[in-house]
């Protein structure tokens, strides 16, 4: 019987407790910090990452994982009985990831497929998510592609950002101007999509760029996924989740994005991923 395992990388952001609930196997992405480099998600609580990433002289730098230990975990998935994988990955214009798995599964003759994500956090999440769901009821991989996919076409990803200063210094976005932004105190609205951080507007106020994140989910309509995602502002994010959370929702997360994410967006940023049904 064919059985098919499904793969991400950890600025994904999906919760230890969904990875272990739908089996999905999840690779360490490498963040380097005063010279020492951690693998995401250990060693580092994302809490004391956030409130040492202001005082920092240099920003932290991130690394995708070797297309080595690409091979070293498709390697173990095989010998675990998986017979093909589902690799699904961070946004190739925004990090070399799935350019890493793409080389390492070249070394298999196993079926193994590497998805494009074109996304981040759960924008990415969700689609290995669903995969993982189709993949559990034993669909063909063409059909946990297609699920993916699904996914992927219909998810949104925004974010308010509290400061231009990171995603500035991190060099990946050309429009974003840190001293406009600095002496304004303007908070730069972003949405990921097809792969790229794209501007969606300026608030002068944290209040103003609130309510348009807020605006903007709520006519979305009926919603199948729904993460709430921010950079170490837990108490924003609840009261964000308690005010926008459509009554047809299911289990909304509440997501402390990732350390390299963060690294590029800065503490006190507020977004969501969202699901359209």
């Known amino acids: ?103 390492a599964a070249q070394e298999f003759k196993q079926h193994i497929q590497v998805v494009d994500s074109e996304q981040l956090s759960l924008g990415l999440g969700f689609q290995a998510i669903q995969a993982a769901k189709a993949a559990g009821n034993n669909l063909r991989i063409q059909d946990i592609l297609d699920e993916a996919h699904s996914i992927r076409e219909r998810v949104r990803v925004f974010a308010l950002l509290d400061t231009f200063t990171y995603i500035q210094r991190s060099g990946r976005v050309s429009w974003a101007k840190a001293r406009l932004g600095s002496f304004l105190n303007i908070k730069p609205i972003v949405e990921l999509q097809s792969g790229e951080v794209l501007n969606r507007g300026l608030a002068r106020t944290r209040g103003n760029g609130l309510r348009y994140l807020e605006d903007f989910l709520t006519h979305m309509g009926p919603l199948e996924y729904l993460a709430v995602l921010h950079t170490n502002a837990a108490e924003t994010g609840r009261a964000f989740l308690n005010r926008v959370v459509p009554p047809q929702s299911t289990d909304p997360l509440l997501v402390n994005v990732t350390t390299i994410i963060g690294t590029h967006v800065g503490p006190n940023g507020i977004g969501f991923a969202a699901v359209v049904k």
């Open 1 to 103: 019987m064919v059985s098919t395992a499904i793969v991400t990388d950890s600025t994904s952001d999906i919760p230890s407790k969904l990875l272990e609930k739908y089996h999905i196997y999840q690779i360490q992405v490498d963040l380097t910090l005063d010279n020492k480099t951690y693998l995401d998600g250990f060693d580092l609580s994302r809490n004391d990452f956030y409130r040492q990433l202001p005082t920092l002289k240099e920003l932290p730098t991130t690394a995708s994982p070797s297309a080595g230990r690409f091979q070293e975990l498709y390697q173990r998935i095989f010998l675990d009985g998986f017979s093909e994988i589902v690799s699904i990955h961070a946004s190739s214009k925004l990090s070399g990831i799935y350019n890493s798995a793409r080389l």
